[in-house]
């Protein structure tokens, strides 16, 4: 583990102290016209013209460095967010519903009347139960496949609802909604009417859900991100630029 101070880029080939902080990143050289400077969760990247002097790249490094240390220092927390909230299937685990604490419970009788599993509301709001009609023995993995093919079951109906409502007011028509496990991306539209949405979203509250929704559906007016395209999103959902701010903050372990 490095400490606080220092970041370790894994394919690190360069070392450079930032403002006291003792940083080594990944450097490459390539066929572009600027340096380009990038932050994920595994740390620094720095991409340079192959004439650059490395002087002129730790340069700009030195001169960025209050940036590069910010960006590196969010990285390194939205990791440790991630890590949080990655679940562990097993009986008694909890995760996000549509916002709200659920909790796993194996049923082996298969006490209720639903196929696979059926979630039992907490009294007066609070936690709720998912139960799962599986053996007390079930691995990991088969708690993980039942209990997200419950998830998709209901990502499939919210979304569906959702988009009935958006699409009248937007004044478009989608011709098929399908389910998406993408590993960086929400949503997608297609020119074909076809409407890409990631299940994982039936985590999260309804509000960051009917921002991806409205969010698709507006590209079915301009397929681009263009002034036109916000201004349609906005004419339904004006508080677009705070949603998409709290779907950016989201915890959920995309790759899960």
């Known amino acids: 583990m490095f400490q ?9 080939n360069r070392l450079l102290r930032l403002s006291g902080c003792e940083v ?3 450097f490459k050289r390539g066929k572009r016209r600027t340096i380009g400077l990038s932050v994920s969760h595994e740390g620094l990247t720095v991409s340079a013209p192959r004439w650059t002097p490395l002087g002129e790249v730790e340069a700009l490094l030195n001169q960025k460095s ?6 590196l220092q969010q990285a390194r927390e939205r990791a440790g967010e991630l890590a949080r909230s990655r679940t562990v299937w097993a009986d008694g685990a909890e995760f996000e ?7 796993l419970q194996l049923d082996p009788a298969h006490g ?16 709720g139960t998912l139960k799962l009609g599986l053996a007390r023995n079930a691995n990991e993995g088969q708690i993980r496949d039942a209990a997200q093919a419950w998830l998709m079951k209901q990502a499939k109906r919210v979304f569906a609802e959702r988009l009935a409502v958006f699409a009248p007011q937007l004044g478009v028509g989608y011709k098929v909604l399908r389910l998406s496990s993408a590993g960086t991306r929400w949503g997608s539209a297609s020119a ?17 859900i009917d921002y991806v929704v409205v969010h698709e559906l507006s590209h079915l007016r301009h397929m ?12 339904v959902m004006p508080d677009h630029i705070e949603r998409r701010q709290a779907l950016k903050r989201s915890a959920v372990p995309l790759g899960e």
């Open 4 to 12: 606080p101070g220092t970041w370790h880029h894994p394919r690190a």
């Open 112 to 127: 209720f009347s639903q196929v696979g599993a059926v979630l039992e509301p907490g009294a007066e709001g609070g936690q």
């Open 24 to 26: 080594a990143y990944e």
């Open 192 to 208: 074909d009417g076809t409407i890409r949405l990631n299940w994982r979203l039936i985590h999260l509250k309804m509000d960051m």
């Open 224 to 235: 681009d991100h263009s002034p036109q395209f916000w201004d349609v999103v906005a004419s």
């Open 97 to 103: 519903f549509l916002g709200q604490r659920v909790r």
């Open 66 to 71: 209050g940036w590069v240390l910010e960006k």
